[in-house]
């Protein structure tokens, strides 16, 4: 069995996916930290040692992500873009758009019937579109990040916030507080201002067609909603959409091994 290893150093997490024959055999995920060449080797590690094997029987090795640069024991490098392409094309190969919600940035990626790259755009300017935005409200609120979803979708009024930018919409929900409402009306409120962030992002690529979420972003079932709602569709969600990117890799590495062979 020929296994392969796709390693994705986000700005937040970072992820290793095993596959073989096109399988996800065992990942991991674990909060990205600040000497990114530990985390890479940490979390290689840990998904190996979920199926017992070690770092000599992995045939090709493929990093992606914003530290990628700093796994020095993969044999190639791949942009998260292309990678975030080939782990939705796999499970979902009728997608056209993938909306890729990271910690630090989100992207727009339009995919061909190849689950090639034709465009793409993210949010390199503004965190509020992004997963640390979410990450500001819940500690601003005092909640877990993993309540958020389920909490929004109890709203009945949501706030509106009036400022695109995570810094200034920080501050409104401070207000809004002030004035006694709702932590599920903020959470809803947020989310609806993160969609429209998104969805801008989504409209400048062109025609939306078949679209699927990944990223943690994706975790959150209230944004979920609230962007389809925005979008006017139903939104494709992996099973755990916190991997694809490293799910691409895997796959781009099992090509490269192939080659190699």
């Known amino acids: 069995m020929v296994y392969t290893l796709g390693i994705d150093i986000g700005s937040a997490y970072s992820k290793a996916v095993l596959c073989a024959e096109g399988e996800v055999k065992a990942y991991a995920v674990t909060p990205s930290g600040g000497n990114y060449r530990e985390t890479a080797e940490r979390i290689r590690e840990e998904a190996l040692s979920k199926i017992g094997i070690p770092p000599a029987d992995v045939s090709f090795t493929v990093a992606t992500g914003y530290g990628a640069a700093a796994v020095d024991f993969s044999d190639q490098t791949v942009t998260d873009i292309s990678c975030q392409a080939k782990g939705i094309h796999c499970p979902f190969p009728n997608a056209q758009t993938a909306i890729d919600i990271g ?3 989100s992207k727009v990626i339009k995919i061909d019937e ?3 790259v034709t465009n793409f755009i993210l949010n390199e300017k503004c965190a509020a579109g992004s997963g640390k935005f979410l ?8 909640i877990e990040i993993g309540d958020i979803g389920l909490l929004s979708l109890k709203s009945q009024k949501p706030v509106e916030f009036n400022t695109g930018c995570a810094v200034f919409a920080e501050a409104e929900a401070v207000s ?7 932590i599920e009306d903020i959470l809803a409120g947020v989310h609806k201002a993160m969609a429209s962030k ?7 690529t062109g025609p939306v067609g078949i679209c699927a ?10 944004l ?10 139903n939104l494709l969600v992996p099973e755990e959409p916190q991997i694809t990117a490293a799910y691409g890799a895997a796959l781009l590495a099992a090509e490269k091994a192939l080659t190699k062979t």
Do not use: S
């Open 103 to 105: 910690g630090q940035f």
């Open 198 to 204: 998104i969805v801008n992002l989504v409209e400048r």
């Open 224 to 233: 979920v909603k609230a962007i389809e709602a925005e979008l006017g569709v």
């Open 135 to 142: 990450h500001v409200i819940a500690r601003l609120l005092h």
């Open 176 to 182: 809004r507080i002030a004035e006694g409402a709702l």
């Open 213 to 222: 979420v990944t990223g943690g972003g994706a975790k959150d079932i209230g």
């Open 114 to 116: 190849d689950g090639r």
